[in-house]
Structures are given as structure tokens and as C-alpha cells.
């Protein structure tokens, strides 16, 4: 009876880890060290295909990786870090939703002395092992240079999430590159990196601007929220330029209907990222910067991409 008891428990137990905000990935051979990964939402194929990046590295590794998914709530994720140093994690992995409010996150792991790795975005204050990301201020002029290369005149750019480190730098690489063709921008407003927030801000800014030529969107889900708003336009007398490389956005170039979108390596970035979490975790030296190659994908090489 008391083993009958004992199995009970532990059942309940198991339905109630199962019952929280993230999913665990354990690995073989090394489960006596935990990595938590505090993304910033799985409501965007990009992140997914990060996390998923993630999980195949740690079941290599033989690592458990425990995910908690913010729903992009900055204050939703400094409680989830928080709660990762409550549960004497090894290292922990955060994607931060915005980069200034990452900060009590950052305080918190080192209050704990447990290890922090920043992937895709930067934390701007605080003490972090390794940051592993692409070069979005390359990414930006890239996407500067190639819209350019596709039309002359008016454009507008969709912003990402304000506070986020990605929307700043491809933002700024966006200026940048702006002196490398005949384009101007005549708006910019951001659309939270979010497809449908970019259908409706993409809506209300081509009122104000019916003449536009072209759309630079800091991620694909805008890009395509975008292109659902000029409707018949797209990829006709308007051309737009994402940024991700997700499989929709590729689908949308094949479909001719965005001119381009600046390649990622997501399930790179989460690989890398829980590479520098272990060696962490083991107190190894750690790399403190590692890029990601960023690509521009067009029809010409879209081949090279679409798997």
C-alpha cells in the first residue's frame, strides 16, 4: 500500500510540472545539469524553430532543458527567471522581450550566481556569460541595399518591439544602408514584430502614404502582415523586405509577392546558445560573443534555403 501511495505522489507530481509554462527536454548521460531558456514568445515560427535548435542540443549534450514561454510580457519573464533561480538551474538562457526590461532578470541570476547566456537579443544591463546572436545592424543595411536595389522612391518601415535590442540594431543598420540606393522613408512605426499588427499598422500608414514604392519589415511576420494590407500590390508596384528567413517569408518570395528577407539561422542561435549554457554550467571557459551569419535571400538563391 505504501508503495501504491508513493507512485500516486509521484504521478501527481508529474501532472503538475506538466500544468506550468514550459516543457522539459531531458538528454541522456547528463541529467544532473539543467539549463532553463526564458523565450520571449513561441507565438512566431522563428522562435520555435530557436527553441527547437535549443532542445536538439541538449538532448546531445545530455542536458535537461526546461522552457518557459513569456507570451512577449517582460515583467511574465523576470518572474520566470526568478523562478529558474529558485530551482537551482545550472545556466540559464534568456531571449529577452525587451532588452532594458531583461535587466532584474539579469540581477536576479547573478544574485544566484547561476550563469545567464542572452540569445538573439542583448540584456542591457546586467552580468551575462555569453551573447549569442546575429549581426541585425548588418542585417538591417543588407536589407537597406537590396530594397533599394528593387525600387526608388517612398518607403515605410515596420518596427519591431521598441525596447528590443534586434529592432534597434536592424533599425539602425536600416539607416545606414539607406544612402546605397534611391529610397526615403517617409514612416516608421512599430508593429511589435507581429503579423497581425503588422496587417493593421501596414493598413493605416498606407492612407497617409498611398504612393509608397516599398516596406522594410524588421521580421517576416510583419513583412507578411504587410503584404495582406497592399493586397494585389505586393511585389508589383510595391516591394517588401523582411527579416528572418522563416519559412513563411520564404514561401512569400517563391510566391512573388515579398522581393526579399534577410536570412537567420534560429535553430543555430538556440544551439549555440545552450552550447555556452553547458560549458557555463560546468564552469568552463565560455565565448562571450558568438554571430550568426546573417544571409539575403532572394528568388535567385531561394533554392539554397527552402528545405
Known amino acids: 500500500m505504501k508503495l501504491r501511495g508513493v507512485a500516486a505522489l509521484s504521478a501527481l507530481a508529474l501532472a503538475l510540472t506538466a500544468c506550468g509554462s514550459g516543457t522539459t527536454t531531458t ?51 523576470v518572474n520566470q527567471v526568478q523562478t529558474f533561480t529558485t530551482q537551482g538551474v545550472g545556466a540559464i538562457i534568456i531571449n529577452p522581450v525587451d532588452s532594458k526590461q531583461a535587466s532584474p532578470a539579469a540581477k536576479a541570476a547573478e544574485n544566484a550566481s547561476i550563469p545567464l547566456v542572452a ?19 548588418q542585417g538591417g543595411t ?113 510566391d512573388g509577392v515579398m522581393a526579399a528577407t534577410i536570412a537567420q539561422q534560429p535553430d543555430v542561435l538556440g544551439r549555440k546558445a545552450v552550447e555556452q549554457a553547458v560549458k557555463a554550467a560546468k564552469k568552463e571557459v565560455v565565448q562571450g560573443v558568438v554571430d550568426v551569419e546573417v544571409k539575403v535571400v532572394t528568388k535567385k538563391n531561394l533554392a539554397e534555403f527552402k528545405k
Not at 27 to 36: H, K, L, N, Q, R
Not at 119 to 137: I, M, Q, Y
Not at 204 to 232: H, T, W
Open 27 to 77: 538528454g541522456g548521460g547528463g541529467g544532473d545539469i539543467t539549463i532553463g531558456l526564458a523565450i520571449s514568445t513561441l507565438d512566431n515560427p522563428y522562435f520555435v524553430a530557436l527553441k527547437e535548435g535549443a532542445e536538439k542540443a541538449a538532448a546531445e549534450l545530455g542536458v535537461k532543458l526546461t522552457v518557459a514561454d513569456a507570451q512577449n510580457d517582460a515583467t511574465n519573464q
Open 119 to 137: 540569445v538573439d537579443r542583448s540584456v542591457d544591463e546586467g552580468k551575462v556569460a555569453s551573447e549569442v546572436a546575429s549581426d541585425n545592424v
Open 142 to 254: 543588407l536589407a537597406a541595399i537590396e530594397l533599394g536595389r528593387a525600387v526608388s522612391g517612398d518607403v515605410v518601415h515596420l518596427q519591431g518591439i521598441p525596447g528590443a535590442s534586434a529592432a534597434r540594431d536592424r533599425g539602425r543598420g536600416f539607416e545606414e544602408g539607406l544612402n546605397s540606393g534611391g529610397i526615403k522613408v517617409v514612416a516608421s512605426q512599430p508593429a511589435d514584430f507581429n503579423r497581425a499588427k503588422g496587417l493593421d499598422v501596414m493598413t493605416n500608414l498606407l492612407q497617409a502614404n498611398p504612393n509608397i514604392k516599398g516596406v522594410f519589415a524588421d521580421n517576416d511576420e510583419m513583412a507578411l502582415g504587410a503584404i495582406k494590407a497592399l493586397g494585389d500590390r505586393a511585389g508589383k508596384d510595391v516591394q517588401v523586405v523582411g527579416f528572418d528567413g522563416t519559412p513563411d517569408g520564404l514561401q512569400a518570395i517563391e
